[in-house]
């Protein structure tokens, strides 16, 4: 049994995850044919991927251990795909916090409301385990930056409960008063 050089197992490691994503494309694109937009950027994105993945068989191809490239098997991506806008998932997590009114609010009913406004909107859904995931860290991050306030133990295995800051909570109440704008 031969050792595989290091150029040989990149290239094979390459077109593995260049065949994991284009796998991972035709299947959301057989699910979400309704979004026009999102369907041209994915199939000028496939047809990229294609290319560059017969130029990486053709590349394993001129060395000198004979590899057929089907015979690779399919690296996944590690993000799935998602097609929120930049900022939208701070608004919506911020949207769902405010209609809490003050009270406490769960990561798990957080990604519950946003996924039930997607859908209503008739937005293709996320991948619930990434989008849980994605709303955690993005909670973590607003509270360090004082926005949301944390109100579960840092450590633990049950959902977090949140509310917005009282600073925020502040702003929202004086924002129309124009006590801010005087000359």
């Known amino acids: 049994m031969h050792k595989l050089p290091s150029s040989i197992k990149w290239l094979l490691v390459k077109r593995g995850r260049i065949d994991g ?38 590349t394993i191809q001129l060395h000198s251990l004979r590899i057929d490239p089907s015979n690779i098997p399919v690296i996944n991506g590690r993000n799935p795909i998602t097609d929120m806008k930049r900022g939208e998932l701070t608004r919506l997590i911020c949207e769902q916090i405010k209609k809490g009114q003050g009270e406490v609010v769960s990561s798990d009913q957080i990604v519950n409301l946003i996924l039930d406004t997607r859908k209503e909107a008739g937005f293709p859904l996320p991948i619930r385990s990434h989008l849980t995931l994605q709303v955690r860290n993005r909670l973590k991050a607003l509270c360090s930056k004082g926005i ?36």
């Open 21 to 58: 994503s284009i796998r991972k494309i035709e299947e959301y694109l057989d699910l979400h044919r309704c979004r026009f937009e999102k369907y041209q950027q994915l199939i000028a994105e496939l047809a990229l991927l294609r290319e560059t993945l017969a130029s990486v068989d053709q």
């Open 148 to 183: 949301v306030t944390r109100h579960h133990p840092v450590k633990g295995t049950s959902y977090g409960l949140w509310t917005l800051s009282e600073q925020v909570i502040q702003d929202i109440h004086t924002e129309g008063d124009d006590l801010g704008n005087t000359p």
